[in-house]
């Protein structure tokens, strides 16, 4: 056979193939060359390797968003989400060793339908569960934010919740729209002074303590040093606060004091249940208060200056309300209704507390 010569019209090297053959492959570049017939053009057909590593690395980052799709969408089967700015998520941790000493914040992770989901923290001394009492630092239930501080050596357990460091979990500015229940770091998430807390319908109560982890609920709370003071009532109570104490509230929405929505008033004029400030909440005069219906055994009024004390008047209320008890009355001494008057300003604040009865004023 006859051999021709060729030049490579992509790299211009010379070299020779057998007349009769349809295409060549240049010796120098690898360009595959299709021979030409008289008088034709010479077609190049370029000559490509495949990059097999950038398939590797488009099938290894194709598989992991498969699979965090298939997490997430598992989690929010669950009811849980996911958050980039949490720093642990639910499991058990040792302080010192998983995680630094300090101060963290938790929030519940459960989705609207999980009613029969329970978000629960503990700190105890060991790893495992703690089947003895005396292995519990501290133990609680909570479906609202939450500090802890914790101490090295110590055991952190948690479910249905994430874990913040506080700096990457800061609230937005407190508005009219009050917040939701919550615990909350005076100083840090609020500035010291006076809130109140508006529910509708509802009991809604308000707890100061030293610590966060301080119990609330139990009747030793009431004596326990980490108890700075706490209020309750009706559809609204105020409260005060100071720097470095942590606010815990539930039943109701939190404000500044005087951004809440005023009192919701009966057709009849009746101011319903609750604890309101004079001169922003109630107007000073004269009222005729009746107790709710079949609950005259446990209606009360209670009138107090520069105090937001609820004037139960028990030894712990006196020994913590800070303020002066004008007027005490259980309507269960009176045959019917009550008139009362309420003092005009004199200097200082003064708060009205009606528990289980209405006040019309005259």
Request: glycine share 8%; charged share 25%.
């Amino acid at each position: 056979m006859k051999l021709i010569k060729m030049q490579c019209p992509n790299c211009g090297a010379t070299f020779t193939v057998t007349e009769g053959s349809e295409t060549a492959v240049c010796e120098y570049c690898g360009t595959t060359v299709a021979i030409p017939r008289k008088d034709a053009e010479i077609t190049v057909v370029e000559h490509r390797k495949i990059n097999y590593k950038a398939f590797a690395i488009f099938g290894v980052v194709a598989a992991i968003i498969i699979i965090a799709a298939i997490a997430i969408v598992l989690t929010v089967g669950k009811g849980e989400k996911t958050d980039s700015r949490a720093y642990k998520t639910a499991g058990v941790y040792l302080v010192g060793v998983d995680i630094p000493a300090g101060e963290y914040v938790l929030y519940p992770n459960i989705g609207k339908n999980d009613g029969d989901v329970t978000p629960v923290l503990e700190v105890r001394k060991t790893r495992e569960s703690a089947t003895n009492i005396s292995d519990f630092l501290y133990r609680k239930e909570f479906y609202m934010r939450q500090y802890v501080n914790l101490n090295d050596g110590e055991y952190i357990a948690f479910e249905h919740a994430l874990m913040y460091l506080p700096e990457n979990i800061k609230l937005k500015p407190l508005d009219e729209n009050g917040y939701s229940a919550a615990q909350l770091k005076v100083g840090t998430d609020i500035p010291a002074g006076e809130y109140v807390v508006v529910g509708q319908n509802k009991q809604v109560q308000y707890f100061r303590t030293s610590k966060p982890e301080a119990e609330l609920y139990s009747t030793s709370a009431l004596n326990s040093p980490d108890m700075i003071s706490f209020g309750y009532c009706e559809n609204r109570v105020y409260l005060h606060v100071n720097d470095g104490e942590y606010l815990t509230f539930a039943g109701g929405k939190l404000y500044k004091s005087g951004d809440a929505m005023g009192p919701s008033v009966a057709e009849n004029g009746a101011m319903p249940a609750g604890q309101y400030k004079v001169g922003d909440d109630i107007k000073s005069g004269k009222y005729t208060v009746h107790p709710a219906e079949n609950n005259r055994s446990q209606a009360w009024v209670c009138i107090n200056k520069n105090s937001v004390s609820t004037g139960s008047l028990s030894d712990w209320d006196k020994e913590h309300s800070g303020g002066e008890t004008l007027l005490f009355l259980r309507l269960s001494d009176f045959d019917g209704p009550v008139d009362i008057d309420i003092p005009e300003l004199d200097g200082g604040d003064i708060y009205v507390m009606f528990w289980y009865c209405v006040a019309i004023e005259k």
